[in-house]
């Protein structure tokens, strides 16, 4: 005849064989239907309680009480394995995704623009000569860009220029010579300054954009000739291609520039095809970088210094330009665009 103690360990018993078979269950789906065998209507501990109405009523509560304990028992070993899966699935998720032995992914870092490493190179070169930086804003006064340089208002040289202007007074200056002009008001000579920086003008094709850059040098002393500009230029030339292979030259053409006299234009030999002609010498063995000549006494007159006792040279170069020789860039517009394709390159 069945007891209640024999029930009792009955039940107790399927605590733990539900425990042995939810052990290797890997899903939710098997585990459920493993709680489902013991716990549903069919089910083992349903059973095990059928025998019950065959106890006398005074034992039957303490069957009760160990079927409920049962219960518990199960609910909490399907908590417990479905927790544990969870836990587990994550530190698998984990390690794939996330192994912080492993060393870094290299991260590209970013350099800077070809423009930026050709302006701090250019100004290293003309620090070995020793000169030094000078800035000036970029928004300017019609006065330092055009007629403390010699150009006023009715001038034809201003159509060279073609400018923006902020108010009648006020324009986006369109070459870096204003530079020249707040550095003689703020320095006595000796002046030996290089000033880089950005300027406008409304021009816009291949070579040309309305926003570029040039490097203004100014000398200023006791006796400065133009052999002194010239020799600047080829320490210059041949320092900043010096990939050509060096024995560059020089020429200085005559050309006019309001604030110099005489001006030039600064010409360097072809180093592309060493003068047998080329796409970019246009066959004539001579490449222009731009324009320089000797500080016009009216300049000084301006900024009130002694043109009988000091001279001086100016120049002024496009610094697009002289990267675009110099790496083979053939739109100037390449520069701005911001593509890394083109300045990853550099
Ligand atoms: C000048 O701007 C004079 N201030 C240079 C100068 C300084 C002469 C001191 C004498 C003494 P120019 O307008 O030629 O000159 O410009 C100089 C250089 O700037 C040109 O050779 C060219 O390389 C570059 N440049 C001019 N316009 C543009 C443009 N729109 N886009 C890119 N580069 C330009």
Not at 24 to 30: F, I
Not at 100 to 113: E, F, I, Q, S
Not at 204 to 215: L, R
Request: hydrophobic share 40%; aromatic share 8%.
């Amino acid at each position: 005849m069945t007891t209640s103690s024999d029930l009792i360990a009955q039940l107790e018993r399927l605590g733990g064989q539900f425990a042995a078979a939810i052990a290797p269950l890997v899903d939710e789906q098997s585990i459920r239907a493993a709680q489902a065998q013991f716990l549903g209507k069919k089910g083992q501990v349903s059973e095990v309680m059928k025998e019950l109405g065959r106890l006398p009523p005074a034992e039957r509560p303490l069957v009760g009480q160990a079927a409920n304990k049962v219960k518990d028992t199960i609910a909490q070993a399907v908590e417990e394995r479905l927790q544990a899966l969870i836990t587990a699935k994550r530190q698998a998720d984990l390690a794939r995704t996330l192994d912080v032995t492993l060393p870094a992914r290299p991260v590209g870092g970013g350099h800077l623009h070809l423009l930026t490493q050709v302006r701090l190179e250019l100004v290293e070169i003309f620090a070995e000569l020793g000169f030094s930086v000078a800035e000036g804003p970029q928004v300017e006064t019609d006065w330092h860009t055009f007629e403390a340089l010699a150009i006023p208002k009715d001038h034809p040289a201003r159509d060279m220029q073609d400018t923006f202007y902020i108010a009648d007074e006020i324009v986006l200056r369109t070459h870096t010579s204003p530079v020249q002009i707040r550095t003689m008001q703020a320095h006595p000579p000796p002046i030996r300054i290089v000033a880089p920086g950005v300027v406008y003008r409304r021009d816009d094709d291949a070579t040309h954009s309305p926003m570029f850059t040039q490097i203004e040098g100014l000398v200023v002393d006791e006796g400065v000739r133009v052999s002194d500009l010239k020799g600047v230029l080829l320490h210059f030339v041949n320092r900043f291609y010096a990939r050509l292979g060096g024995g560059l030259d020089v020429r200085l053409r005559p050309s006019y520039f309001p604030f110099v006299e005489p001006g030039v234009e600064i010409d360097m030999s072809c180093g592309f095809c060493r003068g047998s002609g080329c796409r970019l010498c246009k066959g004539t063995g001579w490449i222009e970088i731009g324009g320089a000549g000797m500080v016009d006494p009216d300049v000084f007159a301006h900024v009130g210094i002694d043109s009988e006792r000091y001279t001086g040279f100016a120049f002024g170069m496009g610094i697009e330009r002289m990267a675009m020789l110099r790496h083979g860039v053939n739109d100037i517009k390449f520069y701005y665009e911001g593509d890394l394709r083109f300045l990853d390159q550099f």
